[in-house]
């Protein structure tokens, strides 16, 4: 009896909730309809242009603004006007999308500097009114612009028209630099351009329709200053220059094409873009290949394959890199066009002696850097007297005159390494015009003694990798502003050293001997030595008082890679670094306990005991247990001995702040278990 009762209350249940979705859904379409079709019966308060007020339309679901713009096919426009939709039809021209490198405005560029960021106005967004003419579309700003921007500047962004006829776009966007608000621009939903950078990103939800021209409303564009990257200084020395080094370009330069001139206007600039460098459009770059990287005043044709040297003509040029392709001729007119270059890289090319025609650098009157690393000379050319760094690494050349270096008396820095340099092709009055020569060297070649006739005021240089076995009395003498000498990879013994061969040099604080046949440290160092490089030697020794004449001693002391034992080295033998030395390396050698001497050096900050043949450590050998103060030290390497760690005594490392300084892992029979 109660069974047929509940179904019928079910089905009358159903019945109700099915009326209760038919009339709300009746409802919903009665007050959607009146919506899109009584909209300009709206109250005043759905005006949106008055405080408060706003007014919408409602299209497949989705509310639109007032005044927004969209295609809902092709050829047809809608828009939302007064909280209804209106559709109209438009002519079909050629595709074309223009961007903001084809819509520019014409403002003065006199204004741009006038108008600081923190005075230009704040501009929302501005709807334009699409004017399809014969191959052409004007474009125009709404008749009231925004009451907070110029008149001029409002007069001057009134029309804008663009060519849709291809033949007749222009080859080169123009951006302009004068101060400018931004308005609507319709683009084609293809992935993204070059514009991409200008866009506001701030609503993501906007880029979901596809295939479909999207309103794309902008803020006021705030101007951005290009940055340009300043070159690290050169080092040793630090030559003084006129105006900063640019950065070298990267791939974010432009890239022209084959044998195609910049198309901009000469005398004119064109920004590529915010953080982008600007290209002079000024050049002529006719003869340039694809592949070559551009700034402001730096052309870069690096491994671009040229064999010839390009024509380029532009004052405003600085640097010209040419690096690394197949150039063999230069004729005397190929670098007249750059009188204000100041550094020229033609390394790794084909030139040789009769590659370089007479007075090919006689325009060059402002040139300072010049780098033919890398080629084939076997003299040093003809060179302009403004240099004052120069390269000529790497090459052919046999010999020098006393007429090598004529005329280059500002020459700072001077590279000669890796050539046929000997004892007999050098004259003794080669370097004699080079009087402010700091930076000399002469690595890589043959000679058998250090050059003869060096320059007074060299001080650094570099003579390592040659065939040197003896230093002789005098040679140095007149070298007295001597600071860096390098005679590393060579053939010195200590015997060969004469005792008088750097007694003069009392600047000289960095002497590298590494490399050689010393047996024992040698004697009669320069007295104010800082840094003693004598690592990889046969060193068995190190003397009695053989410091105890530096003042105020050596910082750094390296003995790595040789023949010590613990009988090599006692008491006295770094006397006169008690108080001095900072740094000691004594790794990889045969020392069987720590070397005695070691305890008084109370400036000692690094030690280095390491993979020798220590087997154990006395409670005295780094820590004196009588004295008060801690020790300076903070790195201790005793890794790769033989030392059992169970056998240390306790107040063997108690004068050392961390413990974490020594390091004692592994042993020499740790590391066989492994």
Not at 27 to 32: G, K, Y
Not at 220 to 227: D, F, G, K, N, T
Not at 296 to 307: D, F, H, K, P, V
Not at 518 to 527: A, E, G, I, Y
Request: aromatic share 6%.
């Amino acid at each position: 009896m109660y069974k047929p009762l509940a179904l019928c209350l079910c089905l009358w249940l159903a019945l109700l909730a099915a009326e209760g979705k038919q009339e709300k859904g009746r409802r919903e379409r009665q007050r959607n309809s009146r919506l899109l079709l009584s909209a300009e019966d709206a109250p005043e308060y759905d005006n949106p242009f008055l405080p408060g007020h706003s007014s919408q339309c409602l299209v497949n679901g989705i509310s639109l603004f007032e005044g927004a713009v969209w295609s809902p096919e092709p050829c047809s426009v809608c828009q939302c006007k007064h909280g209804a939709v209106s559709c109209r039809t438009i002519p079909c021209p050629a595709r074309a999308s223009p961007t903001l490198n084809s819509v520019a405005s014409k403002s003065s560029p006199k204004s741009a500097g006038k108008t600081s960021l923190k005075n230009r106005p704040s501009v929302g967004t501005e709807v334009l009114e699409v004017k399809p003419k014969k191959n052409k579309m004007v474009v125009t700003p709404a008749k009231d612009p925004p009451s907070n921007v110029p008149k001029k500047q409002v007069k001057t962004n009134q029309e804008v028209i663009v060519s849709l006829d291809p033949s007749k776009l222009p080859k080169t966007p123009v951006i302009s630099t004068g101060p400018q608000y931004m308005r609507p621009v319709h683009f084609d939903i293809d992935g993204h351009d070059d514009d991409d950078y200008l866009e506001d990103d701030s609503d993501s939800d906007d880029d979901d329709d596809d295939n479909r021209s999207i309103l794309v409303f902008r803020s006021a564009l705030r101007p951005v200053a290009i940055e340009r990257r300043v070159m690290p200084p050169t080092l040793k020395p630090a030559i003084p220059r006129a105006e900063p080094a640019f950065a070298l370009p990267t791939r974010k330069s432009v890239i022209l094409p084959t044998a195609r001139p910049l198309p901009a206007p000469s005398g004119r600039s064109v920004d590529r873009g915010i953080g982008r460098p600007i290209v002079r459009t000024s050049v002529h770059m006719e003869s340039l290949p694809a592949g070559c990287l551009l700034s402001e005043s730096l052309i870069a044709c690096g491994n671009t394959y040229l064999t010839q040297m390009p024509i380029i003509k532009d004052a405003g040029v600085r640097s010209l890199f040419l690096a690394d392709n197949k150039i063999s001729k230069i004729p005397s007119h190929a670098l007249a066009g750059l009188p204000n270059l100041e550094w020229l890289d033609l390394s790794k090319n084909k030139l040789d002696d009769f590659s370089l025609e007479p007075n090919v650098f006689r325009n060059l009157m402002k040139l300072r850097r010049l780098n033919l690393d890398g080629n084939n000379f076997t003299k040093v050319p003809a060179l302009p007297p403004s240099l004052v760094e120069l390269k000529i690494n790497d090459n052919k050349l046999s010999g020098l005159t006393p007429h090598s270096f004529q005329g280059l008396s500002q020459l700072l820095t001077l590279e000669l390494e890796d050539n046929y340099f000997h004892d007999g092709n050098v004259s003794p009055l080669a370097f004699k015009p080079l009087r402010r020569l700091i930076y000399l060297r002469l690595e890589d070649n043959k000679f058998r003694a250090i050059p003869s006739g060096l320059p007074i005021s060299v001080q650094e240089l570099h003579l390592s990798d040659n065939k040197i076995e003896v230093v002789h009395s005098g040679l140095l003498n007149k070298t007295t502003n001597l600071r860096v000498l390098n005679l590393s990879h060579n053939r010195i013994r200590e015997d060969r050293i004469h005792p008088r061969a750097w007694i003069h040099l009392l600047k000289l604080e960095y002497l590298d001997l590494s490399h050689n046949k010393l047996f024992h440290v040698p004697s009669f160092l320069p007295v104010g030595l800082r840094q003693l490089i004598l690592h990889h030697n046969q060193i068995e020794r190190i003397p009695g008082y053989v410091f105890g004449h530096l003042q105020p001693g050596l910082e750094s002391l390296q003995l790595s890679y040789n023949r010590l034992r613990e009988d090599g080295i006692n008491e006295v033998s770094f006397l006169g670094l008690h108080n001095s030395l900072a740094e000691l390396l004594l790794d990889h050698n045969q020392l069987r306990s720590i070397p005695r001497g070691i305890l008084q050096l109370k400036n000692l900050q690094h030690l280095r005991l390491n993979h020798n043949y220590i087997s154990y450590i006395t409670m005295n050998s780094l820590c004196d247990t009588t004295a008060r103060e801690d020790s300076l030290l903070v790195s201790v390497h005793l890794e790769y001995n033989l030392i059992d760690r169970r056998l240390i005594p306790p107040t063997a490392f108690s004068c050392i702040k961390t413990y974490q300084s020594v390091l004692l892992r592994p042993q020499r029979y740790e590391e066989h278990k492994e």
